[in-house]
């Protein structure tokens, strides 16, 4: 009797579970999966490899190639800080660190809109330099980087913790400077928490659409990212081009979560 | 290679680690470090190791001040209780690693590496990880890999104090005979006594952040300077002010002038040693060891009254020791002042 209960109660946690995700997550991609290839794979390769569409891809690697080694040195940087160095100041560095998490990234853009726009504490001096970071390049990677800044650090933090200290001191009295200790003993120990950092970071950077649509203005073909794209074509109506995007953003993304899901197999082997 | 250690202190916080501490460790000698936890034996050989800034004090290695150097220019080779074995790294690549840094040339690290993992028996095992390796096992390629580099003294922190009881026992045999070979100044932290006495030929006993005395196992057992080397060394019953070892306690069945009137409480057999426990009667519990013969030429059981006379007693006044009276039950061995290598400054 109690263990077909206990059966019962298990499948239908499972079914629950399971269709919660399905209503939630899985009929959402299904449809954009469907939608795009409803009238065959014409349109949406159309769409993509129409120059806007192309430019935009490529943008969005960018940022992805700039802003990922940027938070993953600072990331392993700032743990190393507040993990091995204990200060006061730490637990202000750490709340510091959380704040991309908690604010909205239209709130961000607009901040970073507000201190390099031309009314700005930063703005006009930079102009003046010749630098243009709104609606340009260099305006998306900062945003790029503020949101997704939090991630490497989250996951390097307790893998850290967890280490321990004794390992890099043995490291030292068998002769090893802080930098040869850094990359003998403690990089190879955190090195799957810093991976999942990021692909978790990856993923964000890829998908982010609120703080890069105010600083980059939107000008297609220029200054473009990929979710700004797909926001634009489906805006214009253009329903294929918008899906086809989509199903680029998706197909990357999953690509991401894939590997995440090796590393974190590989870490718990 | 001697070590030095001139009027060590170190605080964390409120906690006083050490208060002033001096030792001299003589050149190749085997020397334990002996004291209850918090009492900065710890704090002692990690700031010999320069993993630890003292706050006051030198540290001298083969003469030489190295107080300001850092851990990697000392040449100590340091084991960690919980062995700190690297874990990303076979055994070859951990007990390698020193020999890396130093960039040592392919051919001549693996030469070395096999020849050390001889030496420590785990030469079949060089491409395991540590996390396929038992404690043992794992403690032997720890010291593999602090030995590689040839140190210049070799400071050992609670080695053996997360193995269990016979692992210990022949991994400290073990050790001695390694040092009896290799001669490269030691150092071990210890909180047992009876594996100090095992090991070192010279103990130094801390307590509360200072050093309490040092000398041999001899020396400190049948001259403690204070109560607390006494009772830390070797067991010990308290009777009032004064200290008697259990087997200085003489048992008579008739009584006597001088001996205490106790009830046996309780006879626990230990082999070949007896161990009986009594009450006196003013309440306070003492306990006597015998030999089985002992034990059954008295005829003892629970609940009799006996006799007992102290041997040889101890007092602490101004922790200065003084005997008071000699018990026939044990010889008394004189010091012997060529084993008293270590000085200690309290």
Redesign the interface.
Known sequence: MRATSSARSRWGLRTLGLGYLTVLLLAPLVMIFYKTFEHGLAPPIDAITSPDGLHALKLSLLMVAIAVPLNTVFGVGCALLLVRHKWKGNAVIDAIINLPFAISPVVIGLSLFLLYGTQGWLGPSLSEAGIKVLFSVPGMVLASVFVSLPFVVRETVPVLQEIGTEQEQAASTLGANAWQTFWRVTLPAIRWGVAYGVVLTTARVLGEFGAVSIVSGQISGETETLPLFVEKQFANFNTAGAFGASVVLALLALTTLLAMNVLKRKEDA | MGITVEGATKSFGDFQALNDVSIDVPNGSLTALLGPSGSGKSTLLRAI???ETLDGGRVLIDDEDVSKK?????????V?Q?Y?????MTVFENVA??LK??KWDKDKISGRVHELLGLVQLEGLADRYPSQLSGGQRQRM?LA??LA?EPQVLLLDEPFGALDAKVRKDLRTWLRRLHDEMHVTTIFVTHDQEEAMDVAGQLVVMNEGRVEQSGSADELYEQPATEFVMSFVGEVNRLGEQYVRPHDMTVALDRDDGAEEAMVQRIVALGFEIRVEFVLGDGTEVWAQLTRAELQKLELREGQIVYLRPGEIKSFNGDVPSSDGHGASTPHSPPDDDDAEVSAAV
């Open positions: 190791a320069g993993l850092p851990t990697q220019k000392r040449e100590v080779g340091f960690f919980h700190a074995a690297f874990k990303h690693f020193g840094i130093r720890a890999r602090a580099v």
